[in-house]
């Protein structure tokens, strides 16, 4: 059965894969049907044809990373890990900037208001009492004292007055309490950013692993796998390197690996 | 209530340390002193006598349930009340906070009448 298959094989994708490359096909087959392949002729041969067209992908794939490694490096991958989602990251943390700032801007609005309407309170009470102190420039100020009869008068407005003065007070303390907008969507952007961050890392070290191995490889055909996981470490430890705990690769250093290829 | 008292606002985001600050001076308070964190609040509150503190929860170095359990195992500041004031809603959350020596619970978004009520139930 197995020979049967490798002719299959063969005549599926011209022959254009070696020896080697269609046993760990069947391998891969065998393990993902669980059945010996040696015993179940018929279910196999089912199993087999409705996979060919997944064997040719696969088998194109490998032919075509044997042909040319370096752009075969899917640059949408490449692009994704080293500019996109620095990019995303980046963007993240902008808007945190951006909505602290506005939010800023707005607060320091809202105090001024706060402190003209504590002062246009200061005046209705002096009022209230007969008295009239005109602020706004100290140095001149000037006492003017209100007759009994003419405050009664006045009552009504300074009554009116007043209690839209609560009324400022109460919205701009509302407008002040909702500037934590920026508090709850930046707690969320954070925790975004931190998965962005670490979905970065994981893309970076499998580009990083990938690339090494396929370079490696190509270099030293013979080189066992353990030798091989061996240069990736060495490798990704010498990029890493104790002056970056935590902090991954950066753009030169995927770019060297690239380069290498 | 006395608005003498010196209050502690700790949150990493300035903004809403800024937000808190306000509501307290709306309120009456005025000797109100600000902690970007856990660890620095823990050492300003070792330093100076303080009389009320509003904590988040979510904070680098030190979340806020941290120095709560620590301000509560230290003989000088455990009477000190401590209101947390965080987006953290979960019931497992407010539990702990109240195991961990909570004297009130403010969840975000909230209204400055909500402190002005936790802060009188706390004081009067």
């Known amino acids: 059965m197995t020979k049967h298959l490798e002719e299959k094989i063969h005549k599926i994708i011209d022959g254009k894969l070696s020896a080697e490359e269609t046993t760990q096909i069947i391998g891969f ?10 015993e179940d002729e018929q279910f196999f041969q089912n199993i087999a044809y409705g996979m060919s067209g997944a064997i040719k992908d ?17 640059p ?31 607060m320091d609005n809202l105090e001024l208001l706060q402190e003209q309407t504590a002062q246009m309170e200061k005046i209705i009470k002096s009022l209230k009492s007969g008295k009239l102190k005109v602020p706004a420039d100290e140095a001149k100020s000037t006492d003017v004292q209100i007759d009994t009869q003419t405050i009664e008068k006045l009552s009504p407005l300074f009554n009116y007055m007043e209690s839209s003065i609560k009324n400022y007070d109460t919205l701009t303390t509302d407008i002040f309490v909702h500037m934590s907008f920026q508090d709850l969507t930046g707690q969320r952007i ?31 055909p013979d080189i066992s796998n353990e030798d091989l996981q061996k240069v ?25 690996i690239l380069a290498n290829i | ?60 170095e030190m979340p806020g349930i941290e120095l709560l359990t620590k301000i509560r195992a230290d003989e000088q500041l455990k009477t000190i009340p ?29 209204t400055a009448e909500t402190v002005d009520q936790k802060l009188k139930k706390i004081f009067n």
């Open chain 1, 58 to 74: 696969l088998a194109l794939l490998i032919i075509d990373f044997r042909k040319d490694l370096r752009s075969k490096i899917d």
């Open chain 1, 232 to 256: 990736v470490d060495d490798k990704v430890f010498e990029l890493a390197g104790p002056q970056k705990e935590g902090n991954g690769l950066v753009q030169t250093d995927i770019d060297d």
């Open chain 2, 1 to 60: 209530m006395d608005l003498n008292m010196k209050v502690l606002v700790v949150d990493d985001f300035a903004t809403m340390r800024r937000i808190v600050k306000n509501i307290l001076k709306q309120i009456g308070f005025s000797n109100i002193i600000e902690a970007e964190d856990g660890k620095s609040a823990f050492k300003l509150l070792q330093n100076g006598s303080f009389d009320l503190i509003m904590c988040d929860w979510n904070m680098p």
């Open chain 1, 76 to 106: 949408g991958l490449t692009d994704m890990t080293t500019k996109y989602i620095p990019e995303a990251s980046d963007q993240l943390e902008g808007i945190i900037d951006t909505t602290e700032k506005a939010a800023n801007k707005i």
């Open chain 1, 29 to 38: 087959i065998s393990h993902l049907t669980g059945s010996s392949i040696n």
């Open chain 2, 82 to 110: 401590f209101v947390m004031v965080t987006a953290e809603a979960q019931k497992n959350n407010i539990l702990d906070a109240v195991k961990a020596g909570v004297s009130s619970y403010i969840v975000k978004p909230f």
């Open chain 1, 190 to 220: 954070k925790k975004i950013m931190i998965l962005v961050k670490q979905m970065e890392e994981k893309l970076k070290n499998m580009l990083v692993c990938f690339g090494i191995k396929l370079s490696t490889k190509e270099r030293n």
